[in-house]
Protein backbone atom coordinates (compact mmCIF):
# COMPACT_ATOMS: atom_id res chain seq x y z
CA UNK A 1 0.00 0.00 0.00
CA UNK A 2 1.52 3.73 -0.75
CA UNK A 3 2.17 5.73 2.04
CA UNK A 4 -0.13 9.05 2.34
CA UNK A 5 1.71 11.87 3.14
CA UNK A 6 -0.73 13.43 6.16
CA UNK A 7 -0.98 17.14 5.77
CA UNK A 8 -3.86 19.46 6.27
CA UNK A 9 -4.50 22.54 4.30
CA UNK A 10 -3.12 26.06 4.22
CA UNK A 11 -5.39 28.19 6.73
CA UNK A 12 -6.63 25.21 8.67
CA UNK A 13 -5.32 23.49 11.47
CA UNK A 14 -5.47 20.16 13.69
CA UNK A 15 -6.35 21.23 17.59
CA UNK A 16 -4.20 18.19 19.51
CA UNK A 17 -5.05 17.49 23.66
CA UNK A 18 -2.74 20.36 25.13
CA UNK A 19 -4.35 23.17 23.35
CA UNK A 20 -8.18 21.54 23.33
CA UNK A 21 -8.41 21.34 27.12
CA UNK A 22 -7.66 24.97 27.06
CA UNK A 23 -10.07 25.58 24.27
CA UNK A 24 -13.06 24.21 25.75
CA UNK A 25 -12.41 25.43 28.91
CA UNK A 26 -12.60 28.91 27.21
CA UNK A 27 -15.49 27.67 25.00
CA UNK A 28 -17.51 27.06 28.66
CA UNK A 29 -16.58 29.94 30.07
CA UNK A 30 -17.90 32.10 27.07
CA UNK A 31 -21.66 29.88 27.24
CA UNK A 32 -22.00 30.35 30.88
CA UNK A 33 -21.97 34.12 30.45
CA UNK A 34 -24.16 33.88 27.67
CA UNK A 35 -26.52 32.19 29.58
CA UNK A 36 -26.21 34.16 32.76
CA UNK A 37 -28.08 37.26 30.35
CA UNK A 38 -30.68 34.35 29.07
CA UNK A 39 -29.37 33.58 25.64
CA UNK A 40 -30.85 29.85 24.59
CA UNK A 41 -28.64 27.88 22.12
CA UNK A 42 -29.18 27.04 18.67
CA UNK A 43 -27.88 25.38 16.17
CA UNK A 44 -27.89 25.27 12.24
CA UNK A 45 -26.57 23.11 9.14
CA UNK A 46 -22.70 23.56 8.01
CA UNK A 47 -24.35 23.48 4.57
CA UNK A 48 -26.51 25.79 2.94
CA UNK A 49 -27.76 26.11 -0.39
CA UNK A 50 -25.61 29.30 -1.77
CA UNK A 51 -28.82 31.66 -2.71
CA UNK A 52 -29.62 31.24 1.12
CA UNK A 53 -25.87 33.48 1.65
CA UNK A 54 -25.35 35.19 -1.81
CA UNK A 55 -26.13 39.01 -1.65
CA UNK A 56 -25.74 39.09 2.16
CA UNK A 57 -21.79 39.72 2.46
CA UNK A 58 -21.08 41.86 -0.69
CA UNK A 59 -18.75 41.29 -3.30
CA UNK A 60 -15.53 41.14 -1.26
CA UNK A 61 -17.29 38.59 1.40
CA UNK A 62 -18.90 36.22 -1.47
CA UNK A 63 -15.56 35.84 -3.69
CA UNK A 64 -14.51 33.91 -0.26
CA UNK A 65 -17.31 31.06 0.17
CA UNK A 66 -16.85 27.62 -0.13
CA UNK A 67 -18.95 26.92 -2.91
CA UNK A 68 -19.33 23.53 -4.45
CA UNK A 69 -21.93 21.93 -6.41
CA UNK A 70 -22.65 17.96 -4.32
CA UNK A 71 -22.94 14.76 -5.99
CA UNK A 72 -26.96 15.44 -5.98
CA UNK A 73 -25.87 18.38 -8.29
CA UNK A 74 -26.92 21.19 -5.68
CA UNK A 75 -25.49 24.04 -5.73
CA UNK A 76 -24.15 24.43 -2.17
CA UNK A 77 -21.57 26.55 -0.27
CA UNK A 78 -20.34 26.38 3.32
CA UNK A 79 -21.50 28.60 5.74
CA UNK A 80 -19.44 31.95 6.16
CA UNK A 81 -21.03 33.36 9.26
CA UNK A 82 -23.70 32.64 11.92
CA UNK A 83 -26.31 35.27 11.54
CA UNK A 84 -27.51 34.42 7.67
CA UNK A 85 -28.29 31.17 8.72
CA UNK A 86 -30.09 32.73 11.97
CA UNK A 87 -31.85 34.48 9.56
CA UNK A 88 -33.38 32.18 7.39
CA UNK A 89 -34.00 30.31 11.03
CA UNK A 90 -36.59 33.37 11.86
CA UNK A 91 -38.01 33.27 8.02
CA UNK A 92 -38.43 29.19 8.16
CA UNK A 93 -40.07 28.57 11.76
CA UNK A 94 -42.40 31.86 12.17
CA UNK A 95 -43.69 30.49 15.53
CA UNK A 96 -40.53 31.44 17.08
CA UNK A 97 -41.53 33.61 20.10
CA UNK A 98 -39.85 37.45 19.79
CA UNK A 99 -37.80 38.73 21.02
CA UNK A 100 -35.47 35.64 20.51
CA UNK A 101 -32.09 35.57 22.28
CA UNK A 102 -29.90 32.65 20.89
CA UNK A 103 -26.03 32.07 20.97
CA UNK A 104 -24.43 29.48 18.70
CA UNK A 105 -20.83 28.11 18.55
CA UNK A 106 -19.71 26.97 15.94
CA UNK A 107 -17.80 26.25 12.95
CA UNK A 108 -17.42 28.65 9.42
CA UNK A 109 -15.67 28.93 6.63
CA UNK A 110 -13.52 31.91 4.62
CA UNK A 111 -11.55 31.40 1.52
CA UNK A 112 -9.59 34.15 2.23
CA UNK A 113 -5.57 34.73 3.32
CA UNK A 114 -4.37 32.97 6.00
CA UNK A 115 -2.99 35.34 8.87
CA UNK A 116 -1.74 36.19 12.27
CA UNK A 117 -4.43 34.66 14.13
CA UNK A 118 -6.92 34.21 10.97
CA UNK A 119 -7.90 31.05 9.75
CA UNK A 120 -9.70 29.65 6.46
CA UNK A 121 -12.15 27.31 9.06
CA UNK A 122 -12.41 29.27 12.26
CA UNK A 123 -15.03 28.52 14.92
CA UNK A 124 -17.49 31.87 15.72
CA UNK A 125 -19.61 32.55 19.17
CA UNK A 126 -22.19 34.25 18.33
CA UNK A 127 -25.43 36.06 20.52
CA UNK A 128 -28.33 37.61 18.90
CA UNK A 129 -31.22 39.87 20.07
CA UNK A 130 -34.02 39.43 17.12
CA UNK A 131 -37.27 41.61 17.78
CA UNK A 132 -36.25 44.37 19.95
CA UNK A 133 -35.91 47.85 18.30
CA UNK A 134 -34.71 49.24 21.65
CA UNK A 135 -31.09 50.49 21.77
CA UNK A 136 -31.10 48.14 25.25
CA UNK A 137 -30.43 45.26 22.88
CA UNK A 138 -27.69 46.53 21.49
CA UNK A 139 -26.26 47.68 24.72
CA UNK A 140 -26.62 43.94 26.12
CA UNK A 141 -24.61 42.68 23.34
CA UNK A 142 -22.14 45.14 24.47
CA UNK A 143 -22.53 44.34 27.88
CA UNK A 144 -21.90 40.13 27.58
CA UNK A 145 -19.17 40.95 25.20
CA UNK A 146 -17.10 42.99 28.35
CA UNK A 147 -18.15 40.39 30.50
CA UNK A 148 -16.66 37.51 28.17
CA UNK A 149 -13.59 39.19 28.30
CA UNK A 150 -13.35 39.54 31.83
CA UNK A 151 -14.64 35.97 32.77
CA UNK A 152 -11.28 35.14 30.40
CA UNK A 153 -8.77 37.16 32.22
CA UNK A 154 -8.15 40.33 29.61
CA UNK A 155 -8.87 43.00 31.65
CA UNK A 156 -7.40 45.45 29.13
CA UNK A 157 -9.54 46.23 25.98
CA UNK A 158 -11.77 48.41 24.10
CA UNK A 159 -15.46 47.85 22.27
CA UNK A 160 -15.24 50.56 19.52
CA UNK A 161 -18.87 51.48 18.03
CA UNK A 162 -20.30 53.27 15.15
CA UNK A 163 -23.46 53.33 13.40
CA UNK A 164 -23.85 53.29 9.59
CA UNK A 165 -26.82 55.44 9.14
CA UNK A 166 -23.95 58.00 10.28
CA UNK A 167 -21.92 56.61 7.32
CA UNK A 168 -24.44 56.78 5.03
CA UNK A 169 -25.05 60.48 6.08
CA UNK A 170 -21.29 61.18 5.07
CA UNK A 171 -21.94 59.52 2.33
CA UNK A 172 -24.75 61.43 0.73
CA UNK A 173 -22.82 64.95 1.83
CA UNK A 174 -20.20 63.51 -0.34
CA UNK A 175 -22.62 62.60 -3.06
CA UNK A 176 -22.26 58.81 -3.15
CA UNK A 177 -25.40 57.20 -3.99
CA UNK A 178 -24.72 54.19 -5.55
CA UNK A 179 -25.12 51.27 -3.20
CA UNK A 180 -21.88 49.32 -4.35
CA UNK A 181 -19.46 52.20 -4.43
CA UNK A 182 -21.16 53.25 -1.21
CA UNK A 183 -20.16 49.59 0.22
CA UNK A 184 -16.61 50.04 -1.46
CA UNK A 185 -15.82 52.83 0.15
CA UNK A 186 -16.95 51.73 3.75
CA UNK A 187 -14.63 48.65 3.39
CA UNK A 188 -11.92 50.79 2.88
CA UNK A 189 -12.57 52.68 5.53
CA UNK A 190 -13.05 49.67 7.93
CA UNK A 191 -9.19 48.71 7.18
CA UNK A 192 -7.99 51.98 9.02
CA UNK A 193 -7.04 49.83 11.99
CA UNK A 194 -4.98 47.79 9.65
CA UNK A 195 -3.14 49.87 6.84
CA UNK A 196 -3.05 53.65 8.62
CA UNK A 197 -4.50 56.86 7.42
CA UNK A 198 -2.19 57.73 4.52
CA UNK A 199 -2.93 53.99 3.23
CA UNK A 200 -6.59 54.72 3.37
CA UNK A 201 -6.74 57.82 2.08
CA UNK A 202 -4.78 56.12 -1.36
CA UNK A 203 -7.98 53.41 -1.76
CA UNK A 204 -10.24 56.32 -1.74
CA UNK A 205 -8.65 57.92 -4.08
CA UNK A 206 -7.35 55.61 -6.39
CA UNK A 207 -9.72 52.50 -6.33
CA UNK A 208 -13.14 54.17 -4.94
CA UNK A 209 -12.49 57.26 -7.39
CA UNK A 210 -13.07 60.01 -4.57
CA UNK A 211 -11.73 63.46 -5.02
CA UNK A 212 -8.68 64.86 -2.58
CA UNK A 213 -10.98 66.81 -0.99
CA UNK A 214 -13.47 64.11 -0.21
CA UNK A 215 -11.08 61.84 0.97
CA UNK A 216 -9.59 64.26 3.54
CA UNK A 217 -13.62 64.88 4.60
CA UNK A 218 -13.84 61.13 5.36
CA UNK A 219 -10.23 60.94 7.25
CA UNK A 220 -11.33 63.74 9.17
CA UNK A 221 -14.94 62.46 9.80
CA UNK A 222 -13.62 59.21 11.47
CA UNK A 223 -10.79 60.65 13.55
CA UNK A 224 -13.99 61.20 15.75
CA UNK A 225 -12.87 59.01 18.75
CA UNK A 226 -14.41 60.82 21.70
CA UNK A 227 -17.84 61.84 22.44
CA UNK A 228 -16.71 66.24 21.96
CA UNK A 229 -16.59 64.98 18.73
CA UNK A 230 -19.75 64.44 17.83
CA UNK A 231 -21.33 67.89 18.02
CA UNK A 232 -18.99 68.40 14.69
CA UNK A 233 -20.56 65.43 13.56
CA UNK A 234 -23.81 66.73 14.02
CA UNK A 235 -23.10 69.82 11.71
CA UNK A 236 -21.35 67.33 8.84
CA UNK A 237 -24.86 65.28 8.76
CA UNK A 238 -27.12 68.05 8.93
CA UNK A 239 -30.61 67.57 8.18
CA UNK A 240 -29.62 64.21 6.55
CA UNK A 241 -32.74 62.03 8.32
CA UNK A 242 -30.96 58.58 8.68
CA UNK A 243 -28.10 60.45 9.99
CA UNK A 244 -29.36 62.42 12.51
CA UNK A 245 -31.30 58.74 13.47
CA UNK A 246 -27.70 57.22 13.78
CA UNK A 247 -26.70 59.91 16.22
CA UNK A 248 -29.58 59.17 17.96
CA UNK A 249 -29.12 55.60 18.63
CA UNK A 250 -26.05 56.35 19.29
CA UNK A 251 -26.48 58.73 22.25
CA UNK A 252 -29.05 56.31 23.28
CA UNK A 253 -26.72 53.79 23.18
CA UNK A 254 -24.04 55.23 25.06
CA UNK A 255 -26.07 56.09 27.60
CA UNK A 256 -27.17 52.80 28.63
CA UNK A 257 -23.33 52.19 28.17
CA UNK A 258 -22.35 55.16 30.72
CA UNK A 259 -25.59 53.69 33.10
CA UNK A 260 -24.34 50.06 32.98
CA UNK A 261 -20.84 51.85 34.22
CA UNK A 262 -18.81 50.32 31.53
CA UNK A 263 -17.84 54.18 29.94
CA UNK A 264 -13.75 53.09 29.94
CA UNK A 265 -14.01 49.86 28.06
CA UNK A 266 -16.86 51.32 25.24
CA UNK A 267 -15.13 53.99 22.91
CA UNK A 268 -16.77 56.00 20.16
CA UNK A 269 -14.88 55.34 17.03
CA UNK A 270 -16.63 56.84 13.24
CA UNK A 271 -13.35 54.54 11.38
CA UNK A 272 -15.63 51.22 12.22
CA UNK A 273 -17.23 50.97 8.95
CA UNK A 274 -17.58 46.64 9.21
CA UNK A 275 -17.80 45.43 5.57
CA UNK A 276 -20.88 43.30 5.70
CA UNK A 277 -23.63 45.03 3.69
CA UNK A 278 -26.04 43.72 5.76
CA UNK A 279 -25.76 46.53 8.28
CA UNK A 280 -27.94 48.77 9.01
CA UNK A 281 -27.35 50.58 12.40
CA UNK A 282 -24.82 50.23 14.91
CA UNK A 283 -21.83 48.30 14.90
CA UNK A 284 -18.97 47.05 17.14
CA UNK A 285 -15.36 46.07 16.85
CA UNK A 286 -13.73 44.81 19.92
CA UNK A 287 -9.61 45.17 20.55
CA UNK A 288 -6.94 43.95 23.11
CA UNK A 289 -4.49 46.76 24.13
CA UNK A 290 -2.27 44.83 25.04
CA UNK A 291 -1.89 43.19 20.98
CA UNK A 292 -2.48 46.71 18.78
CA UNK A 293 -1.90 45.37 15.83
CA UNK A 294 -3.74 42.05 16.19
CA UNK A 295 -6.96 42.90 15.05
CA UNK A 296 -10.48 42.79 16.36
CA UNK A 297 -11.29 39.72 18.33
CA UNK A 298 -15.49 40.56 18.57
CA UNK A 299 -17.86 41.92 16.28
CA UNK A 300 -21.03 43.04 15.23
CA UNK A 301 -24.15 44.90 14.78
CA UNK A 302 -27.62 45.86 13.64
CA UNK A 303 -29.13 44.30 10.79
CA UNK A 304 -32.81 44.88 10.67
CA UNK A 305 -33.73 44.41 7.24
CA UNK A 306 -31.87 41.03 6.56
CA UNK A 307 -34.72 39.02 8.10
CA UNK A 308 -37.06 40.57 5.74
CA UNK A 309 -34.89 38.51 2.81
CA UNK A 310 -36.47 35.05 4.11
CA UNK A 311 -39.62 36.07 5.51
CA UNK A 312 -40.96 39.11 3.65
CA UNK A 313 -41.65 41.31 7.10
CA UNK A 314 -39.05 43.04 9.23
CA UNK A 315 -37.25 41.76 12.45
CA UNK A 316 -35.34 43.98 14.52
CA UNK A 317 -32.19 42.16 15.35
CA UNK A 318 -28.50 43.09 16.86
CA UNK A 319 -25.79 40.77 17.57
CA UNK A 320 -21.95 40.41 18.46
CA UNK A 321 -19.86 37.28 17.29
CA UNK A 322 -16.66 36.21 18.76
CA UNK A 323 -13.71 34.55 16.67
CA UNK A 324 -12.52 31.35 18.78
CA UNK A 325 -9.92 30.66 16.96
CA UNK A 326 -8.65 34.27 16.81
CA UNK A 327 -9.26 34.82 20.26
CA UNK A 328 -7.60 31.80 21.67
CA UNK A 329 -4.84 32.92 19.42
CA UNK A 330 -4.73 36.23 21.83
CA UNK A 331 -5.41 34.90 24.64
CA UNK A 332 -2.30 32.56 24.40
CA UNK A 333 -0.01 35.67 22.95
CA UNK A 334 -0.92 37.65 26.24
CA UNK A 335 0.02 34.23 28.30
CA UNK A 336 -3.47 34.02 29.40
CA UNK A 337 -3.91 30.04 28.17
CA UNK A 338 -1.59 27.43 28.47
CA UNK A 339 -1.39 24.21 26.80
CA UNK A 340 -2.54 20.89 29.46
CA UNK A 341 -1.89 17.30 28.41
CA UNK A 342 -4.48 15.79 30.51
CA UNK A 343 -7.89 17.20 31.86
CA UNK A 344 -6.87 14.81 34.45
CA UNK A 345 -7.38 15.98 38.44
CA UNK A 346 -6.76 12.60 40.05
CA UNK A 347 -4.66 9.71 39.14
CA UNK A 348 -5.74 6.55 41.55
CA UNK A 349 -1.86 4.47 41.68
CA UNK A 350 -2.88 0.69 40.84
CA UNK A 351 -1.36 -2.44 42.55
CA UNK A 352 -1.22 -5.23 41.42
CA UNK A 353 -1.20 -8.26 43.70
CA UNK A 354 -0.45 -11.63 41.49
CA UNK A 355 -2.90 -11.30 39.58
CA UNK A 356 -4.82 -7.61 38.23
CA UNK A 357 -7.94 -9.23 37.32
CA UNK A 358 -8.34 -11.21 40.46
CA UNK A 359 -6.88 -9.37 42.96
CA UNK A 360 -8.96 -6.96 45.62
CA UNK A 361 -6.22 -4.41 44.78
CA UNK A 362 -8.07 -3.21 41.59
CA UNK A 363 -11.39 -3.67 43.23
CA UNK A 364 -10.50 -1.12 45.93
CA UNK A 365 -9.26 1.42 43.67
CA UNK A 366 -12.09 1.00 41.13
CA UNK A 367 -14.54 2.01 44.19
CA UNK A 368 -12.27 4.92 44.99
CA UNK A 369 -12.06 5.98 41.01
CA UNK A 370 -16.37 5.51 40.87
CA UNK A 371 -16.78 7.68 44.07
CA UNK A 372 -14.52 10.50 43.03
CA UNK A 373 -15.64 10.46 39.31
CA UNK A 374 -19.50 10.59 40.95
CA UNK A 375 -18.47 13.47 42.63
CA UNK A 376 -17.54 15.36 39.83
CA UNK A 377 -13.68 15.02 39.91
CA UNK A 378 -11.68 14.03 36.48
CA UNK A 379 -10.39 10.52 37.39
CA UNK A 380 -8.01 8.34 36.06
CA UNK A 381 -7.04 4.44 36.42
CA UNK A 382 -4.05 3.47 34.71
CA UNK A 383 -4.61 0.42 32.12
CA UNK A 384 -2.27 -1.65 33.04
CA UNK A 385 -0.25 -2.08 37.00
CA UNK A 386 3.04 -1.26 36.53
CA UNK A 387 5.49 0.04 39.26
CA UNK A 388 4.48 3.07 41.34
CA UNK A 389 7.20 4.78 40.28
CA UNK A 390 6.37 4.78 36.82
CA UNK A 391 2.64 5.61 37.30
CA UNK A 392 4.50 8.98 39.47
CA UNK A 393 6.19 9.84 36.02
CA UNK A 394 3.48 9.50 34.25
CA UNK A 395 1.25 11.44 36.25
CA UNK A 396 4.16 14.51 36.83
CA UNK A 397 4.41 14.01 32.96
CA UNK A 398 0.51 15.19 32.23
CA UNK A 399 0.45 17.63 34.81
CA UNK A 400 -2.26 15.60 37.19
CA UNK A 401 -1.61 17.47 40.31
CA UNK A 402 -2.87 14.70 42.72
CA UNK A 403 -1.98 10.86 42.75
CA UNK A 404 -4.14 8.70 45.23
CA UNK A 405 -2.94 5.61 46.67
CA UNK A 406 -5.37 2.66 47.38
CA UNK A 407 -3.04 0.04 47.52
CA UNK A 408 -2.91 -3.26 50.36
CA UNK A 409 -2.16 -1.35 53.27
CA UNK A 410 -5.28 1.46 52.10
CA UNK A 411 -7.47 -1.22 52.32
CA UNK A 412 -7.00 -3.03 54.58
CA UNK A 413 -7.81 0.27 56.93
CA UNK A 414 -10.20 1.89 54.61
CA UNK A 415 -8.13 4.45 54.07
CA UNK A 416 -6.59 6.38 51.03
CA UNK A 417 -2.87 8.41 50.67
CA UNK A 418 -3.40 11.75 48.90
CA UNK A 419 -0.07 13.04 47.90
CA UNK A 420 -0.09 16.36 46.53
CA UNK A 421 1.99 16.51 43.28
CA UNK A 422 2.65 20.35 43.22
CA UNK A 423 3.47 20.50 46.78
CA UNK A 424 5.50 16.87 47.39
CA UNK A 425 3.10 16.34 50.32
CA UNK A 426 1.03 13.89 50.85
CA UNK A 427 -1.78 12.36 53.85
CA UNK A 428 -3.91 9.58 54.84
CA UNK A 429 -7.49 9.92 54.87
CA UNK A 430 -10.27 7.51 56.09
CA UNK A 431 -11.59 6.77 52.30
CA UNK A 432 -15.02 8.60 53.36
CA UNK A 433 -13.44 12.05 53.82
CA UNK A 434 -11.60 11.52 50.23
Same mark, same amino acid.
Given at each position: ???????????????????????????????????????????????????????????????????????????????????????????????????????????????????????????????????????????????????????????????????? #? *??? =????? /?? @? $? +?????? &?????????? #? *??? =????? /?? @? $? +?????? &?????????????????????? $??????? &?????????????????????????????????????????????????????????????????????????????????????????????????????????????????????????????????????????????????????????????????????????????????????????????????
Amino acid at each position: MARIEPRILKGFRDYLPGQMIPRERMLDTVKRVFERYGFAPLATPALEYSEILLGKYGEEGEKLLYRFRDNGDRDVSLRYDLTVPLARVIGQYGELDKPLKRYQIAPVWRAEKPARGRFREFVQCDIDIVGVESMLADAECVLVGCDVLEALGVSRFEIRINNR #K *ILD =ALMAT /LG @V $E +QHERKM &AILRSVDKLP #K *IGE =AAVRQ /LL @V $E +QDGLSA &ASAETVCRFVAATDREALGAVR $ELVGDHR &AGQAGLEELGQLLSVIDAAGRTSEVKLDLSIARGLDYYTGTIYETFLLDLPDFGSVMSGGRYDTLMQMFSGQSHPAVGISLGVDRLFAGLSELGLVREEASATQVLIALFDDGDLFVGDSLAYALRVAGELRRAGIATELPLAAGKLKKQFKYADRRAIPFVVIAGPDERAAELVTVKDLRHGSQESIPRAEL
